[in-house]
T-cell receptor, first 115, second 115 residues
Framework: DQQVKQNSPSLSVQEGRISILNCDYT??????FLWYKKYPAEGPTFLISISSIKDKNEDGRFTVFLNKSAKHLSLHIVPSQPGDSAVYFCAASGVYGGSQGNLIFGKGTKLSVKP | DVKVTQSSRYLVKRTGEKVFLECVQDMDHENMFWYRQDPGLGLRLIYFSYDVKMKEKGDIPEGYSVSREKKERFSLILESASTNQTSMYLC??????????????FGYGTRLSIL
């Protein structure tokens, strides 16, 4: 049973436009959420995170929004650049996932930003 | 910057061989993790460790074992390699959540092929 779901396997966006990547979770005990970016043949790179006490966190072109009532988070990238083309993983952590940093990952969304 | 180093980027082994994947981190992190990543399946946790000589099973431990003799080093062992263990293997480390939620930092990964 998937606790963290990324329902879109892929997303294609034009350079300069906004990219919105979505993630849903089922476990209300999750209290920390992260986004990772992964290029082929490399390990995931931590991008941005948000605690459940917030509903928004911003870092440069990247903003993560958390809607706890809907158990939904999203990553906005504005403006999108060709170098953003990668697979993006959503991850969650909380009491259920282990008390010492265990993460539950979604299956990823492949973002393609076209020039 | 956190550095997580995996001993090999690419590795080819034969069925039945005993395979060792090594991971070293330089940030004095207590927590270390081994994942495998397969297309369409995301990252799946194999084993993790919260401290030296401690280990815990993740979601898919069958066919694997681990060793943590030193804080900075976490080894993944394939006892008798099989073709279904062909995958990308990712090592990660993090600080304990006792000081607040911390992201995991990943190595570049080892692309392992079992022939």
């Amino acid at each position: 049973d998937q606790q963290v779901k990324q329902n879109s396997p892929s997303l294609s966006v034009q350079e300069g436009r906004i990219s919105i990547l979505n993630c849903d979770y089922t476990n209300s005990m999750f209290d920390y959420f992260l986004w990772y970016k992964k290029y082929p043949a490399e390990g995931p790179t931590f991008l941005i995170s948000i605690s459940s006490i917030k509903d928004k966190n911003e870092d440069g072109r990247f903003t993560v929004f958390l809607n706890k009532s809907a158990k939904h988070l999203s990553l906005h990238i504005v403006p999108s650049q060709p170098g953003d083309s990668a697979v993006y993983f959503c991850a969650a952590s909380g009491v259920y996932g282990g008390s010492q940093g265990n993460l539950i990952f979604g299956k990823g969304t492949k973002l393609s930003v076209k020039p | 910057d956190v550095k997580v180093t995996q001993s090999s980027r690419y590795l080819v082994k034969r069925t039945g061989e005993k395979v060792f994947l090594e991971c070293v981190q330089d940030m004095d992190h207590e927590n270390m993790f081994w994942y495998r990543q397969d297309p369409g399946l995301g990252l799946r946790l194999i084993y993790f460790s919260y401290d030296v000589k401690m280990k815990e099973k993740g979601d898919i431990p069958e066919g694997y074992s681990v060793s943590r003799e030193k804080k900075e080093r976490f080894s993944l062992i394939l006892e008798s390699a099989s073709t279904n263990q062909t995958s990308m293997y990712l090592c990660a480390s993090s600080s304990p959540t006792g000081i607040g939620h911390q992201p995991q930092h990943f190595g570049y990964g080892t692309r392992l092929s079992i022939l």
